[in-house]
């Protein structure tokens, strides 16, 4: 590990770009407990925070043949955690709505066939959305 300890972000960038995991993981400690104090400050949720850092990292990873190393990766991680954030409130909010909803209008007992039409009508909504988001964002939705 101690490989790359010294080495500049321009460096451990163009030793990513081939695929040393050894520079990958350098990168990762640096900047992971950065990007999970960033996520906390917004997301206040210990699991929630942990999640995005991984989810950070393995965007990161994805894209790493098309990094540049003239350009600042602090920045680019940095911009990969605010793009997860907005995803994940956003998220939150879709579950947090349904859940709402399904609280207010099922009451026990009640005749449920107009409530199912009204469901899988959300339902069919919702697969909509997600369909338009990219397939990694679509697999971490599912």
Do not use: C
Request: proline residues 2%.
């Amino acid at each position: 590990m101690k490989l790359f300890k010294n080495s500049t972000n321009s460096e451990l960038v163009e030793k990513i770009k081939t695929g040393e995991k050894t520079a990958y993981r350098e990168l990762f400690d640096r900047y992971a407990p950065k990007i999970y104090g960033f996520a906390i400050s917004y997301l206040k949720n210990r699991l929630d925070a942990e999640e995005l850092v991984q989810e950070v990292f393995l965007k990161l990873w994805e894209k790493r043949t098309e990094l540049d190393q003239t350009k600042n990766i602090k920045s680019f991680i940095f911009k990969i955690a605010v793009n997860t954030i907005y995803d994940f409130i956003r998220k939150k909010n879709i579950e947090t709505a349904f859940n709402d909803f399904a609280q207010l209008n099922f009451k026990p007992g009640e005749n449920y066939t107009w409530h199912e039409v009204i469901f899988e009508d959300m339902k069919q909504n919702l697969q909509k959305l997600v369909a338009q988001l990219p397939k990694q964002q679509q697999k971490f939705f599912t």
